[in-house]
C-alpha cells in the first residue's frame, strides 16, 4: 500500500514526500482512511510505529475541507500528550505535515514562561497540542476556549494515566463539546484504558500493530563494553567474521552514520550509510545494493531504519545504545525474522550504560556480556535479583524471629533458605542463631 492509495490530498502528500517517507507504516495504513471518514479510534501503538502521522494527516485533511465556524480562528483539534517531549514532538509533526495546509498550530506545557504560549493563543490557532497541567491553567485564567473542539486526541493515554492524569483529563473534557471525533492511543490496554475508551469513544475502529516481541527468541543478544575510541576497531574485526553475510550497523545521528560508513570503506569493507539527509535517489539506490546483497553491511540512523524489511539480515549492530528502549527492540527486530535465527550485537560505553539497564528492564533479560577471551556472562536480571534481595530480607527477618523467640518448638519455614545462595550455611545460620539468643537472653536477664 502508498501514500496515494490512502485519499490523501495533494498539499499532505507533497509534505509526506518532504519527509522521504516512502510508504505508510502499519498503524497509517491501517488509522489514516477510518479517521479521516471521521470514525472514532482507538489505536494501540507505540512511539516509533508512526502513529503520529497516522492521527496528523487525517485530521489536518478534515480541518483542510472544513470551513471555519467562527470568523476567528478559533480552536478544532486538541491533542493532549503526557510530557513536554512528547507534546513539542506532535507540534513539529503537525508543523511538517501541515506545511502546505495553512492551518495553524500551536504547542503549551509547563515549566516555562507562559506568555509567549498565551501570544500564539491569542493570534489563532487551529489545532493545539498540549500537556494537561497547562492546559488547566490556561483554561483557568480564560486564555483559550475548547467550545469549538471537533478532534480530540489523547496520546499516550496510558502514560497520563500512569502519572495521574486522570482527573485533569476529566475536567478538560468537561469543556469539550460532546460532539467530536476522539482518537485515543495507548501503547498498552490495561483495564482502566479499555473503561475511559469505551466511555470517550463512540462505536470505535480499533487498530493495533503488536510491538515486536521484545527480544525475539531468534536472536541471539551480547553486548561489548567498549569505550567509544574503540568501537570502530572492534566493528571491524567482527565485520570481517565471514559469518557476518548481511548487517544493520545502527548509529545514533545521521554524521555517525556517514563517519562508520566511510571508515569502514577505507578500511576495505563495503559499506553505504543510509539517513534523512540523503536524496531519494540515494537512499534508494543503497537499499537496492543491500538488497541484492552487492553491499553487504548497511549503516543506517534510526529513522532511516524504519520500515527497512530485508530478509536474511545475519546481524545487527548496535555501534551506540539506543536512548530509547523499545527503539533496540525495533532494531534488533531487522534480524532473525521469518524463523530465521540472527545475532544482534552491542556496543556499549561507560557512558551509556543507563541504557543498557533500561533496555534490560523492557526486555527482562540481561544481555550477556562478551569478555575479552569472547567468552559470554550472563548475569541475573534485575527482577531476579529483586527476587534474590526479598529471600534474603526474608531469611534475616525468620532469623531475628529466632532471636527474639529462641524456645519457640516450631522449626520455622526454614526450608526454603537453601534458596538463598549468600551468607552462611543453614546449620551455622541456625547455630549461630541459638548463640545470638542466649546472648540476648542474658542480656535481657541482666
Ligand atoms: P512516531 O511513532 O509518530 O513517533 O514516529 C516515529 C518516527 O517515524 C518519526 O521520526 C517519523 O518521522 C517517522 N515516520 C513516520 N511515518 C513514517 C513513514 N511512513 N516512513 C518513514 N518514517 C516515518
Known amino acids: 500500500m502508498e501514500f496515494t492509495d490512502l485519499g490523501l490530498v495533494e498539499p499532505l502528500l ?52 472544513q470551513s471555519k465556524t467562527t470568523n476567528r480562528r478559533a480552536i478544532r483539534c486538541l491533542v493532549m ?40 493563543l491569542s493570534a489563532g490557532v487551529d489545532i493545539l497540542v498540549a500537556t494537561p497541567g497547562r492546559l488547566l491553567d490556561l483554561l483557568g485564567q480564560r ?26 483529563i476529566r475536567r478538560v473534557l468537561a469543556q469539550v463539546p460532546p460532539r467530536r471525533q476522539t482518537l485515543l492511543f ?34 541471539a543478544q551480547s553486548v561489548y563494553l567498549v569505550e567509544k575510541s574503540h568501537k ?24 555517525g552514520a556517514d563517519r562508520v560508513a566511510q571508515k569502514l570503506g577505507r578500511a576495505g569493507i563495503e559499506a553505504q550509510a543510509i539517513h534523512g539527509n540523503k536524496s531519494q535517489n540515494a537512499r534508494v539506490r543503497a537499499m537496492e545494493g543491500f538488497r541484492s546483497g552487492r553491499t553487504r553491511v548497511l549503516v543506517a540512523s534510526d529513522i532511516a531504519a524504519r520500515g527497512i524489511d530485508v530478509a536474511e539480515i545475519s546481524h545487527v ?30 556496543f556499549c560505553g561507560s557512558d551509556e550504560r543507563p541504557y543498557l539497564r533500561d533496555i534490560e528492564k523492557l526486555t527482562g533479560q540481561r544481555l550477556p556480556v562478551v569478555k575479552a577471551d569472547g567468552t559470554l556472562v550472563a548475569e541475573p536480571t534485575e527482577a531476579q535479583r529483586d527476587q534474590r534481595r526479598s529471600q534474603q530480607h526474608q531469611a534475616q527477618q525468620r532469623q531475628h524471629q529466632q532471636r527474639i523467640a529462641p524456645r519457640d518448638p516450631s522449626p520455622g519455614p526454614a526450608q526454603d533458605e537453601s534458596t538463598v545462595s549468600q551468607g552462611p550455611t ?13 546472648r540476648s537472653l542474658s542480656a535481657g536477664a541482666a
Open 14 to 65: 507533497r509534505a509526506i514526500r518532504d519527509e522521504r517517507y516512502v510508504d505508510p507504516t502499519p498503524i497509517q495504513q491501517q488509522a489514516i482512511a477510518p479517521v479521516l471518514a471521521g470514525q472514532d479510534l482507538l489505536g494501540c501503538a507505540q512511539t516509533g510505529t508512526g502513529k503520529t502521522a497516522a492521527f496528523a494527516l487525517p485530521i489536518l485533511q478534515r480541518l483542510m475541507g
Open 81 to 120: 500528550a503526557p510530557t513536554r517531549e512528547l507534546a513539542a514532538q506532535i507540534a513539529e509533526s503537525f508543523a511538517a505535515y501541515g506545511r502546505y495546509t495553512g492551518l495553524r498550530h500551536t504547542v503549551i506545557f509547563g515549566g516555562v514562561n507562559q506568555n509567549p504560549q498565551c501570544r500564539a
Open 143 to 168: 486564555k483559550l476556549s475548547l467550545g469549538s473542539v471537533e478532534v480530540l486526541v489523547l496520546d499516550e493515554a496510558d502514560r497520563m494515566l500512569d502519572m495521574g492524569f486522570l482527573p485533569d
Open 186 to 219: 495507548s501503547a498498552t490496554v490495561p483495564t482502566d484504558i479499555r473503561k475511559l475508551a469505551s466511555e470517550l469513544l463512540s462505536n470505535p475502529v480499533q487498530v493495533s500493530v503488536a510491538p515486536e516481541a521484545p527480544a525475539a527468541e531468534t536472536v
Open 232 to 255: 570502530q576497531d572492534l566493528l571491524q574485526q567482527l565485520l570481517r567474521d565471514r559469518q557476518v553475510s548481511r548487517a544493520i550497523v545502527f548509529t545514533r545521528t545521521k554524521h
Open 317 to 346: 549492530f548496535n555501534f551506540d545504545m539506543p536512548n530509547e528502549a523499545e527503539t533496540y527492540v525495533h532494531r534488533i527486530g531487522r534480524t532473525g525474522r521469518a524463523g530465521a535465527t540472527g545475532m544482534a550485537i552491542s
Open 426 to 438: 543453614r546449620r551455622r545460620r541456625r547455630r549461630r542463631g541459638r548463640n545470638t539468643g542466649q
